[in-house]
């Protein structure tokens, strides 16, 4: 599977962005997919994740409340809608599919597959 990822940019706090994640090589809908996030000097950290069917979304109290995680399994794509964003959010995100059952959504090791990356900045 790859993955890219996109929508990334510069945004004020307070503002909206929304990531897209689009797979190649293999349907989607059989993987868990996440977003996770990496600032400067910091370790890869988990932002989001959603169960194969879509259904009860995952997310880091950090984000609680204002990013929301989908899925379109038909095109093949998640997204993660970001609003009322911070500077604290401004990171790398990642997206991320996998389905490793001995580790939980959260975890780096659930997934198999990353994308490269998309720069997200909030200026405050």
């Known amino acids: 599977v790859q993955l890219q990822a996109s929508g990334g940019g510069l945004v004020q706090a307070g503002g909206s962005l929304r990531l897209s994640c689009a797979a190649s090589g293999r349907t989607l809908s059989h993987y868990d997919m996440a977003w996770f996030r990496q600032a400067p000097g910091k370790e890869r950290e988990f932002a989001a994740a959603?169960?194969?069917?879509?259904?009860?979304?995952y997310y880091a109290d950090s984000v609680k409340g204002r990013f929301t995680i989908s899925r379109d399994n038909a095109k093949n794509t998640v997204y993660l809608q970001m609003n009322s964003l911070k500077a604290e959010d401004t990171a790398v995100y990642y997206c991320?599919?996998?389905?490793?059952?001995?580790?939980?959504?959260?975890?780096?090791?659930?997934?198999?597959?990353w994308g490269q990356g998309t720069q997200v900045t909030v200026s405050s």
């Open positions: 991320a599919a996998g389905n490793r059952p001995l580790y939980s959504l959260v975890a780096t090791r659930h997934y198999d597959y």
């Open positions: 959603i169960g194969t069917s879509g259904g009860s979304p």
